[in-house]
């Protein structure tokens, strides 16, 4: 099987190749021909994310941009691309509130290229014609696309809704949410309309290592090795849903190989926390998991800043289809996430440092200016 993971050198993306390349044979008997990853190494992508498989034959680096179709047929002719595992997106709120166009033109441009260059591969190539094709990749498929997304695409729910599920409408609230949503619905339209085996999955927070510092934890276990202030927006009782990346990675794969074409599956950690009390949590594991640092106490640290546009009150998600009919559940506790996370920054201080070489200082984005 020859995957294209495109968005690969990022946070999720990274974590996918390390877990399709390392864990995925043992856990899920998959037989990994050749990885490509794509990624146009913005601001969040990172080459140095994906040094651990750069020896590893069957593992190919490329960049470039999913806007660019001829490149995209390219890269699927000549590596014979079975699976597309679609992870390449602008991906931060704050962001997108302050720059929406370039949300737009990758999240929804670069996926309608990306699914129209691997409508025509999978024709050229005849897997289209093939027996398999429209099966799940377990039962013998010829070729899935895996469009990932988040929960952000369903809007806010208050603090009685239930949380979201396969089926809850689309309300997005910000640019970011906006442009995902937009390509739910083309990666949804490829498979009515043109039959393209696509399987859709959002996902609630994702936390863990090789996370670009200007998200939630990495930035907060940053500044508190650092002794430095902690924004909390709002009142800080904002609610998510957190799952860690190495579950989600392996979520991922579940879908890919037993997903069903057409249908949607969310994933989420069952978890769900307020940013002030992750915020805490986050404190306490670091002065135990630190203690030569003298970190400083809560009080000491946390500062309440004003709330961002459009900021959701609570996302939650129901992940009852895809344990129930994948078999997947989270492995790791917030308590165990949040240990490993921030154990793994502790071990790669130098790769925050190597980013902060770069375009991000850790200032706060969103607020139009």
């Known amino acids: 099987m020859n995957i294209l993971v495109t968005g690969g050198a990022g946070f999720i993306g990274s974590n996918l190749v390390h877990y399709l390349l390392g864990d995925a ?17 913005t601001y969040a992508g990172n080459p140095a994310n994906l040094e651990i498989v750069e020896s590893d034959p069957r593992h190919t680096l490329v960049v470039g941009d999913i806007c660019d179709g001829p490149l995209m047929a390219t890269l699927l002719e000549k ?29 929804v441009m670069g996926t309608f290229h990306l699914l129209d260059e691997f409508r025509k591969h999978v024709r050229k190539t005849g897997r289209a014609d093939a027996a398999g094709y429209g099966k ?14 988040t ?4 809007g806010s729910l208050s603090s009685t809704d239930s949380a979201f ?24 339209a490829y498979f009515h309309t043109y039959g393209v085996p696509v399987v859709t999955t959002n996902c609630s927070n994702n936390y863990g290592p090789y996370q670009f510092p200007e998200k939630l934890l990495p930035l907060m276990i940053r500044k508190t090795l650092r002794g430095e202030s902690l ?14 990346v190495g579950d989600h990675a392996r979520g991922l794969a579940m879908a890919m190989l037993a997903g069903v074409a057409g249908e949607t599956y969310v994933i989420g950690g069952r978890c769900e926390m307020k940013n002030l009390d992750v915020v805490h949590a986050l404190i306490e594991t670091v002065r135990e998991l630190a203690p030569e640092r003298n ?4 009080d000491e640290l946390i500062r309440f800043v004003k709330d961002r546009p459009g900021h959701d009150r609570r996302y939650a998600i129901d992940p009852s289809r895809i ?15 949040l240990r490993r996370t921030v154990q793994w920054y502790l071990d790669h201080e130098d790769w925050i440092e190597s980013i902060e070489d770069g375009s991000y200082r850790g200032e706060r984005l969103g607020t139009f200016a």
């Open 25 to 41: 044979a043992d856990d899920l008997g998959m037989a990994v021909g050749n990885i490509v990853t794509l990624d146009k190494l």
């Open 79 to 107: 590596h014979d691309i079975d699976v597309v595992m679609h992870l390449a997106a602008e991906s931060h709120v704050d962001r997108s509130i302050d720059g929406p166009e370039e949300f737009i033109v990758t999240n």
């Open 136 to 149: 799940t990749m377990a039962q013998g498929g010829s070729c899935m696309f895996l469009h990932v997304s």
């Open 151 to 154: 929960d952000e695409v369903f």
């Open 165 to 188: 599920c396969e089926t809850t409408p689309y309300a997005p609230n910000s640019p970011y949410s906006a442009s995902k949503a937009g390509s739910d619905h083309l990666a949804r």
């Open 231 to 244: 924004p909390v927006y709002g009142d800080g009782s904002n609610i998510r849903d957190w799952l860690y």
């Open 295 to 298: 970190i400083l106490p809560a």
């Open 323 to 337: 344990s129930r009919e994948l078999g997947w559940e989270p492995k790791e506790t917030f308590a165990t996430g």
